[in-house]
């Protein structure tokens, strides 16, 4: 990480460990064990028990998974209290060499871009080291993070088909016989120049729901290089093959971006469960979800 | 504010104004004079001259402006005491009665969206009174966000036509004969239903950008009871007619939403400005825009 390719680093992960999974953080308060609230009998104020609770989580994903993505929207409901917590998980994360994904899904014009480009900010500790982005207001205004992704080794992923029920909505318009999704993806490709890294790969990045495989493949066509970051694995329904559908074949296995799961790994056990109960269940949840991606990316 | 309807308290304030003014709080530190970065001869740090700045931005507004709205990304940069900085100022503002519109831009999925709408709860102090939205993944993503809206008294400005010259990247994308935009303006008419105050404004509003007046209008045709947020007022270019384009004849004046300045207001004169020339200015530069948007949206 740092100043080397973002792509890069997350390609050289995926083919050393043989999947790309990436772990959201999401701090759902109602699904943390109990166990974690609780400290010497008494009971945590809730922003420790979901710091306990991430502090481990981070910890146990330590060498195993090619990136994680923080969902801000759960730490931004506890304000500053919350935004401090996740630059501490940031930093832990990046101290361990996990690369760091940054679900924020912002986009705004050029000086407020700027500003939202600082979350991605090389210079900053507690900067994550990639962002999700939304291009509605345009291309121009995912250029002001291109300094950091250039120079810095930053990533961004931008929103391209996404994984909800509803997506089809607005992306799914017909405009001149085709969609409005693949117009948002053909209008990124003007900004990949000196973003592709050795392996091949760019770091300007694209959301793409591993729940719509046959749209999937359908973007890969449009932007070739660009890394998929893929929701919609796990709990939203998408199989280990329907979210590796954008990928290609590398020397050691499927590559090209990396497949989240959230819940199904962080919540396998019920709140009442003790912490030593998650513990074996978490692992036991990433572990699974790692073969099936490995048996999924295998060559 | 509270628990009345937002449109109901946007739409009473500007009656008794004559005028919708709108003061973006945008903490751009390369324009804020240097006078507010020292303490008895000595530098502040960047973040304590940025809140000495906007405390008092705030109450020389007091009873002359129908809302702010800070621009979230440049707290944002600032990571938790940025957060902690815009929390004061929330607050600071809903205790002067000035209601406040978190220009955050948020768009997400349900639960995740759930979490988002914490930054306009009703019940919490520190919250903001209406926040702006990005519904590229959907109107199922502005849901989650209804209940502070009908129940709470809150209010939304969902992204339709920005101000920004790339915005007819994809915004202007024409589909079945009718742009992007008119396609968003339509999928939200179905939200409307019990967000009507009093007045006949809906709390469900839309971003239009100023720069566009006929498109202001066309969108005023789809959407007959939102209030919009108009960017682009002053520094961005347009004029206070063009910004009233989408206001309708009330009882005292054109009504139907906010026009937003930033720059032209806050920084009226350069860095190197005492505090009393600066504020000299600034009460200037609020008066010359009352004035203008008084005149434009006279009867």
Redesign the interface.
Known sequence: MGDSNFADTIIEKTRKLGHPLCVGL?P?VAYIPNAFFSKNGQKNRPIDGIAKFFHEVVERLNGKVVAVKP?S??F??Y???G??LL?ELIVQCKQQGIPVILDA?????????A??A??IDPSKA?AANAMTL????????IEPFLPHVIQGGAGIFV?VK??????????G????HDF?YC??AK?LTRLLPHTIGASGWSSVGIVVGGTYPSDAMRIREILPTSLFLVPGYGAQGASAKDALAGFLRGPMCLEGGVVNASRSILFPVGVDATAREWEAAFDEAVLKSTRELQEAARL
């Open positions: 999401d759902h969902q929207a759960f931004e409901q304000g500053a209290d935004i401090r630059e899904k912002r986009g705004d014009i050029g000086s407020t871009a500003a939202y600082a979350l507690e939304n291009a509605y207001m345009g291309t121009e205004t929103l996404t994984s909800n029920p509803g997506a089809e909505e607005f992306q318009l017909q405009v001149d409005l117009h948002v209008g």
